[in-house]
């Protein structure tokens, strides 16, 4: 265990080196992971400092919660950034970090305690109260933090139907979200043991909670290293709304993508985004966005999944399924996945795939 944990904390500290020559995208991003991973690395090497090595002063301790402060702002304001990049830093996000300031002072001051106060009853009563608030305002935080970062994947889903045709993969973002929520259930488990002398279950007086941030450090480092475009979707400080048209323009735009739609079919580009066929239509992404919002009633999205069902059902009746399997054809078409695929479709058709083709069987 002891092992895992300085381990986690040496290759937290390479990569925290190594990720601003590694990956050249997000790197605005990319500087509060750097930051992250420091943090934990550095909270990991004091932690064993103290309980392991013995070679710091147990008082040091009162400073990983110090460092747990940092964890949950870093992270919101790293997915903000990864995908936001339009977000920009204010001084008033320092406030940010005030918690693990104060926290900070908090612990200098404990070192003003000689060692007779700290084994006084009454020294040991306040401390406990001290930490049993520390950690219930670190607890909210956290939680309140993680809500946050749940709302932007959620708001950045929303937002990227507007100009693309295809799910961003955000697969590794659930990934740190899920691993502070584990990692704030165990936290809770461990001052119910501590405090209350609670115990649910048996291992909450080891090192367990400690073990996931190495597996944190390690899945950045897979997907820092092997998957480095996790996100492809960025947004320009253009809003997309825009003066409405003149009718002249307005049908004309909407003749000229109708047939472009039909002539050199781009839906079947499962990375076709709105930018793209604005350019290829000679228009803006603003004056796209909002012809498809408002004639079509639709969001880009659903705009160009409506063709590509269009072309799925035409293969049908053409009796291409016969040779190629439903996933295969809706792959020619332009999904990039079974799911969305078949959302969509249940969307345009209220049928799924399969029970569409049972009908088109029977009539």
Known sequence: MNTVLLLGALQGLLLALAIPFLSQTNKRANTFLVLLLIAVS?????????NVYQIVSPLMMVFLD???????PLIYVYIKKLLFPVFMLSKKHLLHALPAFLHFVY???LFGYSHQNFNQPKTIADLRIQWAFIFSLLVILTIGYCWNSLRLV???RKKARKVVSYTPKIVYLSLFLACTF????????FALDFFFHIRFFPFTDTYIGWTLIPFLVYAISYFTLFKPEVITLSYTKEKLTAKRMERTEIDMLKTRLECYMEQYKPHTDPKLSLASLAGELKSTATKLSWLINNEYGCNFYDFINRYRVSDFVEKLKN???HEHTLLSLAYDVGFNSKTTFNKAFKKTMDYT????????NRG
Not at 42 to 50: E, H, P, T
Not at 182 to 189: H, R, T, W, Y
Not at 353 to 360: D, E, G, R, S, V
């Open 154 to 156: 959620l708001l950045f």
């Open 66 to 72: 110090t460092f747990a402060f940092l964890f949950a």
């Open 182 to 189: 584990l990692g704030n259930l165990i936290c809770i488990l």
């Open 353 to 360: 795939p399969t029970a569409y083709l049972n009908k088109l």
């Open 42 to 50: 550095l909270s990991l090497l004091l932690f064993l400092s103290i």
């Open 319 to 321: 009796k291409e399924h």
């Open 107 to 109: 612990g200098v001051s």
